[in-house]
């Protein structure tokens, strides 16, 4: 990615509270250092072939655990090892803390058109163990708000897209929602796509097999203790956030003997989540790529995307925005990790925490 020289316009300095507080004290600098080779990242799909494998035989279905507790949160540990400090060095050399490099991305960001792009669980909103109520605090509301006075901002998200709008409730926002398989703008916007605000549903002829699959995936799971599935409209999501780690290889399994009638779907983890999608080409790097080909971005050297997301499925924003050679991405996550963001915060309180 190459250095950003864009600085918000005198007239929007009154923005630096919106930012600190809903996004990173840290987004915008004349001397951003160039950010080492991407790492591998990205959500990972699991090839039916491969899935069956792993939930044939015990240690393949201890594999599967593992990779179902390599994709949840890191418990806290009561010490700290030198590895763990040696991460956390190399955390803070590959991808600076947001907060601590506001003053100097501030500074470099003259000239340029800024488009927020902002992940909903685990960066507006804290990870909670019942989704329905993932909700964002006024605080963060009318930060995202105050953002959204000066650029063109979105929300994108694995949720359904009418459900991230009920816990956000701004109607001035992009929302994306179902990895980007359902987008819709404001109605007044200058979007060049329709009248109404964009509206862009790349899977609707998968709507009544996620919906057949959804009812199937609540009859098998129901036995598992805290299992909990949820209809996110283009994808639907099996939380095991309440689900005893004894029980993950019995839940996979109930997933794998669903997912085995329907080879047009392919499955994706996220944080404590599996997710039954499309196997269509779209993920929410697609979206942030026709959001701003639809702002009238696409080719445009006088823009800055920034986007900030928690999830293994935020990595395909991070991603294209590497590949563009502009733009931030922004990891929210505790512990290090392979990311292709340039730069990372703790949690949504570390950026609330600066008003």
């Not at 949840?72 to 590959?94: A, F, G, M, Q, Y």
């Not at 694995?158 to 987008?183: P, Q, T, W």
């Not at 080909?293 to 499925?313: F, K, M, R």
Request: proline fraction near 6%; aromatic fraction near 8%; charged fraction near 25%.
């Amino acid at each position: 990615m190459t250095n950003q020289n864009v600085v918000v316009p005198d007239a929007k300095q009154g923005i630096d509270i919106t930012i600190t507080m809903a996004l990173p004290k840290s987004l915008f600098s004349p001397a951003v250092p160039e950010p080492l080779p991407a790492a591998p990242g990205g959500y990972f799909t699991i090839t039916r072939k491969r899935f069956t494998k792993m939930t044939e035989t015990g240690g393949k279905n201890s594999s599967w655990v593992d990779s179902m507790r390599d994709s949840s949160p890191t418990r806290v540990k009561s010490t700290t090892s030198l590895s763990e400090t040696e991460d956390k060095n190399s955390r803070i050399v590959n991808h600076p803390s947001a907060l601590n490099m506001f003053e100097q991305i501030v500074q470099g960001s003259k000239g340029k058109q800024i488009v927020m792009f902002l992940d909903y669980d685990g960066t507006l909103s804290p990870i909670v163990e019942d989704p329905d109520r993932a909700f964002m605090t006024n605080e963060m509301r009318e930060a995202v708000k105050d953002v959204a006075r000066y650029f063109p901002t979105a929300i994108v998200t694995g949720r359904c897209r009418n459900k991230v709008y009920s816990f956000v409730r701004l109607s001035e926002l992009y929302y994306a929602g179902s990895h980007g398989m359902d987008i819709k703008g404001p109605s007044k916007n200058n979007c060049k796509y329709k009248k109404g605000g964009v509206l862009f549903q790349p899977a609707s002829e998968f709507l009544p097999m996620i919906d057949e699959v959804y009812n199937i995936l609540l009859e098998r799971t129901k036995s598992i203790p805290g299992a909990k599935v949820e209809n996110n409209k283009f994808c639907a999501s099996v939380h095991f956030r309440c689900v005893e780690e004894k029980m993950w290889a019995i839940l996979a399994e109930q997933v794998r003997s669903v997912l085995s009638d329907y080879p047009k779907l392919r499955l994706t983890q996220g944080r404590k989540v599996l997710e039954i999608r499309p196997t269509i080409k779209w993920d929410k790097g697609k979206a942030l790529e026709f959001l701003l080909e639809s702002l009238g971005y696409a080719n445009s050297t006088d823009v800055l995307p920034l986007y900030i997301g928690d999830d293994q499925t935020d990595e395909d924003a991070f991603k294209v925005l590497r590949n563009r050679g502009q733009g931030l991405g922004i990891l929210v996550s505790k512990v290090p990790k392979e990311t292709n963001a340039s730069y990372s915060l703790q949690d949504p309180k570390e950026a609330s925490s600066l008003t």
